[in-house]
Structure formats: structure tokens, C-alpha cells
């Protein structure tokens, strides 16, 4: 009887052990979001630059007064411009008195004459440019019908510019240091030439001003 039971026992424990069975869950995962980067590009500024400006006037242009008139002959100034465009200024003032008294100027032999164009030379820088005349590079432009003292001067440069009258870029100034008579001496009239292209040997002779110094140009 006790192999019996013993075999029985036996049975039990490994049919028992055989039908226990350990299950773990399997996790499961959770959702995770979806991130997709939206990308945006900012806009480069870029920067146009202002293009120069080449203004000019037409040769032998007026920019203050006007060309005078003769017939049969008078006296005359011819500028002939280098390589720049220039503005030629023409000051003057005994024309005018005279245009206003109607009186005939001297001689250049009067002394009369010596005491006026002292005068006039010492008084001229502060007076306003009675003629003003754009040149084109290269070429010329005569004066007619001069009468009087005259004191020349001429800026060169880059782009006039009619408001302001004056060049806006490599601007320079000069002014001729010798002043020019001019008197009513029918029937023997002057004229004179001046080459503004500097030159080895010339003989006229500048003074150089700034933008301050120059005579100004009335609109």
C-alpha cells in the first residue's frame, strides 16, 4: 500500500507542474507626438546703389546773362575748354556803370582809366558773376561786345547740378590772376583767346579758391 500512494503523490506534483504557466504582458508603447520643423527663410534686403548721375548743359549754354551783340566789329573773348566740362564766370562791372551814365569809357593810355581799373580790381571779388556759361569738354565759346574790367574765373568738375549751380563731384576752382580791359577803341578791337588745358610754358597764371572763395552765381 505505501508504493501506491507514494506513486500517486508523484503524479500529482508533476501533473501540477506542468500546468502552471507564468504569462508577463507585453508593454505597450505609447503614442508619441509628431513634430515635423516648419522652416521659413527671411528675406535678404538688398541694397541697390544709387547710379551717378552725369548732368550737363549743352555748350556755350547761358547760366547768368547773356552774350552781347555787335556789328561790323567789336572786342571779343574766346575760351577754349580741355578735357573737362567747365563753367566759365565773367565778372565785370564797369559795362554796366556805363551802360547806366552813358558815358565812354577811357582809353588804356588815360589816367582816368588807371584809377578805374583800380578800382574795379579791388571791388570786382565781392560782385556777383554778370556772365556764366557752361563749356562741353573740348570745346569753345567766345565772349563778344566786352567792354570794361573783367575778372575770369571757371569751376570744372562732374554733374552740374542747376539747383545748387555747381558740380557735385571733383569740383574745382580757380580764378585768373591777371584782369582783362577791354575799352571802345574803334576802329581796333581786341581779341584775346584763352586754352584752359593746362600746358608747360603757359602764360597765364591761376589762383586756385575753394567752393567758399568763388563768386557766386545768382539763379
Not at 556764366?132 to 571757371?154: E, H
Request: a positive charge.
Amino acid at each position: 500500500m505505501k508504493r501506491i500512494y507514494f506513486l500517486i503523490v508523484s503524479v500529482f506534483l508533476i501533473s501540477a507542474c506542468t500546468t502552471f504557466t507564468l504569462s508577463v504582458p507585453t508593454p505597450t508603447p505609447s503614442p508619441r507626438p509628431t513634430f515635423t520643423p516648419t522652416i521659413t527663410s527671411t528675406p535678404t534686403s538688398i541694397m541697390t546703389p544709387t547710379p551717378l548721375l552725369f548732368r550737363r548743359l549743352e555748350n556755350g549754354t547761358y547760366i547768368t546773362g547773356e552774350n552781347g551783340t555787335c556789328t561790323g566789329g567789336c572786342n571779343s573773348l574766346t575760351v577754349v575748354n580741355g578735357n573737362t566740362d567747365t563753367v566759365v564766370l565773367l565778372q565785370t562791372s564797369i559795362n554796366q556803370l556805363a551802360a547806366m551814365t552813358s558815358i565812354q569809357l577811357p582809353t588804356e593810355t588815360s589816367p582816368v582809366a588807371a584809377t578805374i581799373i583800380a578800382r574795379q580790381v579791388n571791388t570786382l571779388p565781392s560782385f556777383p558773376a554778370s556772365h556764366v556759361v557752361y563749356l562741353r569738354a573740348n570745346q569753345r565759346f567766345t565772349f563778344i561786345a566786352m567792354l570794361g574790367v573783367y575778372r575770369i574765373c571757371f569751376t570744372q568738375g562732374e554733374d552740374w547740378d542747376s539747383s545748387l549751380n555747381r558740380f557735385t563731384r571733383k569740383a574745382t576752382y580757380a580764378c585768373l590772376k591777371d584782369y582783362y580791359y577791354y575799352t571802345i577803341s574803334f576802329p581796333k578791337y581786341r581779341k584775346d583767346t584763352i586754352i584752359l588745358n593746362p600746358a608747360k610754358g603757359g602764360n597765364v597764371a591761376l589762383i586756385p579758391q575753394t567752393q567758399a572763395s568763388f563768386p557766386r552765381i545768382n539763379k
